[in-house]
């Protein structure tokens, strides 16, 4: 079994490395856009506002509407009517509708008669009171051309989310490897010693006992070594999870032919420090979401004011008997029909209530803008101090991981010299380990709060 392990040991080390290719952040982010389902998804948001910005448009269009209705019964025409309109509400107070009616026979209603050459009518109807200055139809045309706005926020929103989620992804992966590759050089280094020992022992300089202890060693770093890979293989499945099908890049990747970018913490954007961020807090996308949602209300309450006023429409119509001699000769103010509506709750509690609550949904978009803010300016605070706190922890400890490093090839040199003892070796191979590990986590922390950062303030991942 020890022969088998160490053959095996061996063949990792003396083989030749396979066909190694990197795949850069910015290549794999390009590819997250191209493929994420979440991506797709995102996109779809100002697809889906572009629609209803349509569909609130419909509510301007005009109208052609036509009906006719003919009873003829022993002998005898009831009544023949033949009723069409064109109507257009413009995107202002006033509405305009064309009429063409022809209505014949013996009992139709006098009032509607119009014999065979039918009765032209082509009018206005204007609100003089509520719905003057907005109403429903504007408000909503004016909402939905503000969630257009929302639309491209929110998608922005969406896409740095999984922007973040991926350069986390991304970095697990870059840490991973770089931490594999510290315990991989640890194995070559125990597995050496191993060996120097082992040949010593058989030419009469070294106990037994060095023998087991340099095994165990080995050992364990090989243990070590089978963790972290695990990690490694862990980080490559995340990375490509998001894929159904079997694709080149994927299987690749999962095949271990593809590793990460040397220069991944160059690719992130740099740090921003929390005064210059602090400057530019109002062109948040969220803040401007609260904003925009604001200015959605402020539309509704004006509608809302606006209901508080009575009811009072006018409509004027010209008419014209016929098209024989022509539409402007015919057309005159002696021909006419007008009409007036009016109404008016006498409490106006419905209203006044409707209003009431409106302002409060003003009061409570400003609080939670205040709220948001307010948060944005404490994480900002947080990530300033976190990553000066960070970076100087991370640059003590690999400034201490090197120092170590340097002991244990002092020591090691001591050993094979007969000037020191394999307890010391591992005891200095262990302190360099674990401050090799430490200065690893915490360069992955100072990452991890940039990361954190260009996810809070939705800034480009990459320089």
Request: aromatic share 10%; no cysteine.
């Amino acid at each position: 079994m020890k022969k088998l392990i160490t053959l095996f040991t061996l063949f990792l080390f003396i083989a030749p490395p396979a066909f190694s290719q990197e795949l850069t952040l910015t290549e794999y982010l390009n590819w997250v856009l191209e493929e994420h389902p979440l991506a797709q998804k995102a996109k779809l948001n100002p697809q889906m506002r572009n629609a209803q910005y349509l569909q609130v448009k419909g509510l301007f269009d005009p109208v052609l509407e036509s009906k006719f209705k003919n009873k003829f019964f022993k002998g005898t025409e009831y009544y023949s009517t033949s009723e069409t309109s064109v109507s257009y509400n413009t995107p202002y107070a006033i509405g305009l509708i064309g009429h063409f009616d022809v209505n014949a026979g013996n009992y139709v209603n006098p009032a509607d008669y119009t014999s065979n050459a039918g009765l032209l009518a082509l009018g206005v109807s204007v609100p003089l009171l509520k719905g003057l200055v907005i109403d429903e139809r504007r408000m909503a045309k004016k909402r939905a051309e503000i969630l257009l706005e929302a639309g491209n926020l929110e998608q922005q929103l969406a896409i740095n989310e999984l922007l973040a989620q991926s350069v986390q992804l991304y970095s697990d992966w870059y840490f991973a490897v770089q931490k594999n590759e510290v315990i991989d050089s640890l194995v070559k280094t125990s597995e050496r010693r191993f060996i120097g020992v082992r040949d010593r022992y058989r030419g009469g300089d070294r106990s037994a006992m060095d023998t087991l202890e340099a095994y165990v060693q080995n050992q364990n770093r090989l243990l070590q070594f089978q963790e972290s890979k695990l990690e490694v293989i862990k980080a490559r499945i995340a990375l490509v999870a998001f894929l159904d099908s079997p694709d080149e890049n994927r299987i690749a990747i999962l095949n271990e032919t593809i590793s990460p970018s040397v220069n991944f913490k160059n690719e992130l954007a740099p740090f921003r420090s929390g005064q210059t961020l602090q400057a530019q807090l109002d062109l948040h996308p969220e803040l401007a979401l609260y904003a925009n949602k604001g200015e959605s209300l402020h539309i509704e309450e004006k509608w809302k004011t606006e209901k508080l006023k009575p009811k009072l429409n006018v409509e004027y119509h010209f008419l014209n008997k016929d098209f024989s001699e022509g539409l402007p000769s015919y057309f005159s103010t002696n021909n006419y029909k007008w009409g007036a509506e009016f109404s008016m709750p006498l409490f106006l509690r419905e209203a006044r209530g409707d209003l009431k609550m409106q302002r409060i949904k003003i009061q409570e978009n400003d609080l939670n803008t205040e709220w948001k803010r307010n948060q944005l300016d404490q994480k900002t605070l947080a990530l300033s101090v976190a990553y000066t706190n960070t970076l100087s922890q991370q640059q003590l400890a690999e400034s201490n991981a090197k120092l170590y490093q340097r002991l244990l090839q002092a020591e090691n040199s001591k050993l094979f010299n007969g000037e020191s003892t394999l307890f010391l070796v591992n005891q200095r191979e262990n302190t360099y380990f674990e401050n090799a590990i430490k200065a690893i986590e915490l360069d992955r922390k100072v990452q991890q709060v940039k990361i954190e950062q260009s996810a809070l303030w939705v800034l480009n991942f990459l320089n």
